[in-house]
């Protein structure tokens, strides 16, 4: 989160056009909102501002959020207000009632700007019909491998997989923690969104927190197998796999995200950047739905952890 209000603080959203107004940018500081709401009681939202290009960083003095699920009025907590990154964060909490389905909409009102507003439906969790854990050999390497049996389905729908591994050492200094693991994309072309030429010619396919995002498009009728390799770390004891049904504004938002960080020409000053996806009227950031579904762990000694997370 705090990569996000740092990089949404110093960019105003570039775009593909060269007619952009610099000076009218330059004036002005905007809300920025990210929210998740997904089937939990409480659904954590947190408050920045933007900077203006040429300018110092605002002061924020929130005065009002509203969160509705379904029309009806959630209960606001206001948790704290801390600094990150020199801009000042304001977090709140919506407590309520959440399900899947739910129209989430969020407003939020603070002084000497404007109202800033989203909205997103929390989606139905997708899941897996069957987990496999094995261990391939690929491009010369070992990997650990989880496969997920993905069901077919009746409409389109966006998603993202992340790969956890427990990782428990053999010192005992160290205690043991979850480590979210990095996936070879080429074993994969659900996730592998480049040719090797496009890979040579000044892009990437590095996903962010790795989190993979693709959709269903292609196997509506006929459901697939993803496969996720892992390299063969020390100290991973098991690992489990986490399923996540986004709603179009999450995966929207991670796409851009991508696309940023994987324009290698455009850090060379060789292209245009990509804009970050925002569905905040009045001004930044994300208010996006998701649903998980998680596998078990997989491997022996992690299975003995659940619940530490």
Known sequence: ??????????????????NIDLQRFGKESRLVIYAFPTDTDSIRITISASQPLGGSIPALHVTEVRCTTNGHNDRMVHAKDTIEGRFPVSTWYAI????????????????????????????????????????????????????????????????????????????????????????????????????????????????YHRMYIFDNSTFLSSGAVLHLNVWQQPGIKACRAQLFTLSEEYYSLLQSLNNTDNNVMASHGLAFAFSTYTNIRGGYGCVGGYSLAETPWMGGEGEKSQGSE
């Open 96 to 207: 309520g009632k959440h399900r899947c389905g739910d129209e989430i909409r969020i407003a939020v009102r603070a002084e000497g700007l404007p109202e800033a507003t989203g909205s997103t439906r929390i989606p139905s969790p997708t899941v897996p019909e069957e987990a496999a854990l094995d261990t391939v050999y690929y491009k010369g390497n070992l990997y650990t491998q989880i496969r997920l049996n993905l069901p077919s389905a009746r409409h389109q729908s966006r998603h993202a997989v992340r790969v956890v591994g427990w990782y428990a050492p053999e010192d005992a200094d160290v205690p043991p923690r979850p480590e979210f693991m990095e996936v070879e994309t080429t074993a994969e072309p659900l996730l592998n969104h480049h040719s090797n030429v496009e890979l040579g010619f000044g892009s990437a396919d590095d996903f």
């Open 1 to 18: 989160m705090k990569h996000l209000f740092l990089f949404l603080g110093t960019i105003l959203f570039l775009s593909c056009h060269d």
